[in-house]
């Protein structure tokens, strides 16, 4: 399975850098990278104290669920979703195969220039993931400094009160 | 599967709570939120897209992050999947990325085809990414030991455990957070030691 084992710190200059003039491009508030299994890759934009986590998780959900229903109306190129607010958009673009680029922008910007930009920086990014995964498919983490048989290295529950 | 960011030094993995309908998967997650012991900002909030009556509807989410390691922060997302057998399509969709899974089985001796038929659902929607349970460490946590009406563990063992490589099995009663940390803890050491075994050099 195609996957993203290692980013280095060239691979995250490389999209943030492409993210910031993204973002300035389109007048957005902020973008993110998000894989389809739900992680957040990294992101870029004044989006204060936004659980940044969670919106990842739940973008990668919900186009996820609407890839699906494409898959259920025969139609291969659901490769957006757009979400309207009183204040605030979301739209959720596919990068490739494994990741996807959620944008955050105000009422104020029109969808239209968001889209326009927004195919740019996917090829961008898209680009740059290609070269993460194809420079060390195997890529692991060393732990060997870890020590698995001790559980304070682990979950740990509150003691009762 | 895992994600290592160099840059900002954090190993994210997912874990994935598979099992029947009703069965405990939820509870756990709640379980887990509200008696881990972490450091401030270290746990996101528990997120249910659940239906009207609390059945999960699309996933139960919870982001939390544990030990450090040589500088790189481990985040965990811990996801639920709906039980429901007519959620198959969402079940599909949270698996996608899946690192590690604690497949929670309900224990009463009348819920026995629905774990059976709920872990053969789960081989199945593997499969249909090109994974298989030989590959992805999985551990099964026995839920609800406290009703009268409860199977042997050794039935729930040959029922669920009888493939050629045994798995870590837990008695929980997760309503009480018994067997929730200790399957946590074990899925997080195979899902590490994976990481041990499959570890190479660095990137500077």
Same mark, same amino acid.
């Given at each position: ?161 | ?74 985040? =965990?997302? *811990?996801?639920?999947?709906?039980? @429901? #057998? ?10 996608? &990325? $899946? ?58 063992? =040959?029922? *669920?455990?009888?493939?050629?490589? @045994? #798995? ?10 018994? &067997? $929730? ?24």
């Amino acid at each position: 399975m195609a996957t993203l084992p290692q980013l280095i710190e060239e691979d995250i200059r490389q999209l943030d850098d492409a993210l910031a003039e993204f973002i300035r491009q389109a007048d957005a508030i902020g973008a993110l990278i998000i894989d389809k299994g739900g992680f957040l890759i990294t992101h870029k934009g004044d989006m204060g104290e936004l659980d940044l986590t969670t919106i990842g998780a739940l973008a990668s959900g919900a186009f996820m669920a609407s890839q699906t229903i494409a898959g259920l109306v025969n139609e291969k190129n659901f490769n957006s979703t757009f979400q309207q607010g009183e204040k605030f958009s979301l739209y959720i673009l596919e990068v490739d195969e494994e990741c996807l680029l959620a944008i955050i922008f105000t009422s104020q910007t029109g969808l239209g220039i968001v889209k326009y930009y927004s195919s740019n920086v996917a090829s961008s990014i898209a680009k740059q993931l290609t070269a993460a995964r194809v420079r060390n498919p195997d890529g692991g983490f060393d732990l060997s400094v870890l020590n698995l048989a001790d559980p304070k290295e682990l979950f740990r529950k509150k003691n009762k009160r | 599967m895992a994600i290592i960011n160099q840059a900002t030094k954090e190993l994210q993995v997912k874990i994935v709570y598979y099992g029947p309908a009703m069965g405990g998967k939820t509870t756990n997650l709640v379980q887990v939120h509200d008696h881990v012991q972490t450091n401030a900002g270290n746990k996101g909030k528990l997120v249910s897209l659940a239906t009207s009556s609390d059945r999960t509807l699309f996933f139960d989410f919870l982001p939390i992050e544990a030990m450090t390691i040589k500088g790189f922060k481990t985040k =965990f997302q *811990l996801y639920t999947v709906p039980g @429901q #057998v007519i959620y198959n399509t969402t079940r599909q969709l949270v698996l996608r &990325g $899946v690192d590690g899974i604690v497949f929670v089985a309900d224990s009463q001796f009348e819920k026995m085809p629905e774990n059976v038929e709920s872990f053969q659902n789960l081989m199945d929607n593997l499969a249909a990414q090109k994974l298989n349970l030989a590959e992805i460490p999985y551990v099964l946590q026995y839920n609800k030991r406290d009703l009268p009406n409860v199977a042997p563990v050794e039935y729930m063992d =040959f029922l *669920l455990n009888n493939r050629e490589v @045994q #798995v870590p099995s837990f008695a929980g009663t997760a309503h009480k957070c018994e &067997g $929730v940390f200790e399957s946590l803890n074990m899925i997080t050491r195979m899902l590490l030691q994976k990481f041990i075994n499959q570890s190479v050099p660095q990137y500077a």
